[in-house]
């Protein structure tokens, strides 16, 4: 039964995002996913967590942003979760 809820996982659209309850082999599509109905919805501000560990899911998270067209500007996030957050500014 479990399985058959992990296709349709639905997100709330709120201008956060946290990529540990995702595969990290989805990570890139749901980052661009994510952005595009962040955009949408008027959000002009995106919370990506993306954890600190080897940095590995933070590297495919930026490269994702860098090439983003809906993407102003982004970086680590200054707050309490430290470089474990990236925040994107849409355009």
């Known amino acids: ?14 201008g956060c995002i946290d990529l540990h309850t995702f595969q990290p082999r989805d ?3 749901v980052v661009d996913e994510y952005v595009k109905a962040c955009r949408e919805k008027g959000i002009p501000e995106v919370r990506i967590i ?4 080897k940095g590995m899911l933070r590297r495919t998270v930026h490269s994702v942003l860098e090439k983003h067209p809906l993407v ?20």
Do not use: Y
């Not at 309490?80 to 990236?86: F, K, L, N, Q, V």
């Open 27 to 29: 990570a890139a599509s």
């Open 72 to 91: 102003d500007r982004f970086h680590l996030d200054q707050g309490p979760s430290g470089w474990g957050a990236t925040i994107a500014h849409l355009r």
């Open 1 to 14: 039964m479990e399985h058959e809820m992990e296709e349709a996982i639905e997100i709330p659209i709120d």
């Open 50 to 53: 993306h954890g600190k560990g």
